[in-house]
């Protein structure tokens, strides 16, 4: 078994690896095999392994990658993220893929879609619709069939009709995949001197950019690894991130919340990930029906989900006490209509609450966070010193 060292270094390299060197050399290994890159938040993965394929996450260069051609794509009220995997695409780093999806996160989504099919950038682009409406029998049955348009694509590639028996395959090895990146957060919960979130980022998203099946048996030793008593506590107060669940922050910026005396407990950063809350039915007859049914009746609250039956503010309440936080930050990317938009919704459903919070805005490029640092470190101290105290002020 490899140190818990070796795999955070191997994520680290993985999850930043802009050339998808893994995912290229996983499809010249077989004739037939596909790349599919899907945008953030959330896409089926299980769709693309059953017809051969691997579903690859393009989450844009952070700050890895200088922007020059993607500038001239976008005016600058728009965020970060588009610009960034436009110019990922023109510099070829994605020559290999022969397909896209762009999930139906915002108008900004859909206009990057528009610029790859007007670039003739891959075999196929796709933007997929995912159902606003939680009736099994309405936006259950749309989503099966967005799901079945992807699936034709791919066929008309690599010539795979899907089974229901790689599909029921496909969906218990993302089952074990979610269960052991469930089982880290949980040991989180309680231990997290055992494991810092920047740790915890790369090892989640460096599985969206290599074969389930590797991934897994890295998550299975990571698991192993923090059972141990390891690490130090220190005096950090426990908080929720709230916003970050398109365009990804800098991974300074992820260690400076940390580093300013917070233990970040729950996130959604790389939420497609987690989006499916518990397993998918792996037996089932009609396994799109099952993968559309978790969507439906299992799948993580997040700001590009509009359920008007079951208000996020509350979700997300729930997750903050579930996890024993004693603060929420909210952390979106400038110009995230999304985000932004319902930042006002929780704000004012936390102060009836008496969820203390503190907000601010980052881009993915961002390298300067001594301002955000000193903002999260009053923000922790301030809790630490009135935590007993009944909330009269939100800060």
Known sequence: MKTLKEI????????FDLNFTRAKE???????????GYMPIYFPREIIHAAGGMAVGIFGGGDRKQIIKGDAYYQSYICHIPRSIIELALDKHMAHFDGFIFPSICDVIRNLSGIFKQQKIGKFVKYMDFPQNFLPE??????????????KYIKEINGIDVTIDA???????????????????????DF????????????VRAGTVMPVEEHNELLEQVCEHIKENI????????????????EQPAIGLIKAIEEAGCYVVDDDYMLGSRMILGDIDASSNNPLEAISNSYIKQSQYSSSIYDVNNPKEYRLAKIVESRGATGVIFAAASFCDPSLLDAPIFQ?????????????????NINQYKVIKEQVGA???SIKLWEDEPVTAVI
């Open 231 to 246: 690490g130090v506590p220190q005096d950090k107060i426990k908080v929720v991130i709230s916003g970050a669940f398109c």
């Open 379 to 381: 923000f922790s101290d």
């Open 8 to 15: 955070i270094d191997i994520c680290k390299f993985q999850a």
């Open 167 to 189: 599909l029921n395959h496909a969906i218990d090895l993302y089952n074990k995949n979610r269960k052991m990146i469930s089982y880290i957060y949980n040991i989180r919960q």
């Open 348 to 364: 004012n459903a936390f102060n009836k609450m008496g969820i203390r919070y503190i907000s601010f805005q980052y881009s993915e």
């Open 192 to 203: 997290p001197w055992r494991l810092s979130i920047e740790d915890v980022y790369y090892i």
């Open 138 to 151: 309405i936006g259950g049955v749309f989503y099966q069939q967005e799901m079945q348009h992807v699936l």
């Open 26 to 36: 996983w499809k010249l290994e077989k004739d037939g095999r596909v790349l599919v």
